[in-house]
């Protein structure tokens, strides 16, 4: 059964605390793995994808990680604009179509 | 360019009551998504199309119809509410399949 878990649920850091959010996944024939940022009200917003275990992307304060079990997103000295739920999501063939499967996210405070 | 355009932004049902939730995207995007979230919870996908008059099975479609007459539009009905798809529901577009822009969601109470 495909499963996507992200942890830790929550995350609260001091403004230039840097740490990393994980996501693993059990999913056969992935195509690529998305990473994305969430506001309060507001639906998700694209941040990075990645294909092949090793690659890196890096956006600003952001660099997210892919091995053939994991992802990371690393968040290097946040800001308090940093706060928001980031939400990992796999892609694998389903059906008729390419699919997104989602985890549940992790809810980021980044206090001043 | 707009983007994905949701409307409404919010609304209270009765239980039973029907209603549709319109989504309409400028982008000339061939595939179209419907998404619940509950509190705490991941996206789970209602239905998606990969092209007008093409229409097929998410995770979770029971309760719910949809169709796409056009490129742009793709409502999604729910018949006879009930308080289990009270949630926030998210429309999304991609022209690929893997760059998905959604819209703001709506944020369905059902009572």
């Known amino acids: 059964e495909d499963q996507v878990t992200q942890s830790p649920e929550a995350l609260r850091l001091q403004e230039g605390e840097s740490s990393s959010l994980n996501c693993s996944y059990t999913?056969?024939?992935?195509?690529?793995l998305f990473w994305y940022r969430q506001d309060p009200g507001k639906g998700p917003e694209f941040l990075f994808t990645l294909y092949s275990a090793g690659e890196e992307k890096e956006k600003e304060r952001l660099k997210a990680t892919l091995t053939k079990k994991e992802s990371f997103l690393h968040i290097t000295a946040p800001k308090p604009e940093d706060s928001a739920t980031y939400l990992c999501?796999?892609?694998?063939?389903?059906?008729?179509?390419?699919?997104?499967?989602f985890g549940s996210g992790t809810r980021l405070l980044v206090r001043p | 360019n707009a983007g994905v355009t949701q409307t409404p932004k919010f609304r209270i049902l009765k239980i039973g009551q029907s209603m549709t939730l319109q989504c309409t995207q400028d982008?000339?995007?061939?595939?179209m998504y419907w998404y619940r979230q509950d509190p705490g919870m991941g996206l789970k996908l209602i239905y998606y199309?990969?092209?007008?008059?093409?229409?097929d099975k998410g995770e979770v479609p029971n309760g719910y119809n949809v169709s796409r007459s056009t490129t742009e539009d793709f409502p999604l009905r729910l018949e006879l509410a009930a308080p289990s798809q009270t949630s926030v529901y998210f429309c999304?577009?991609?022209?690929?399949?893997?760059?998905?822009?959604f819209g703001s969601g709506t944020r369905l109470t059902v009572v």
């Open positions: 999304a577009s991609s022209y690929r399949g893997d760059d998905y822009t």
């Open positions: 999501a796999v892609q694998a063939w389903r059906g008729s179509s390419y699919k997104l499967i």
């Open positions: 982008m000339n995007h061939n595939y």
């Open positions: 999913v056969s024939g992935l195509r690529g």
């Open positions: 199309s990969v092209g007008a008059g093409i229409t």
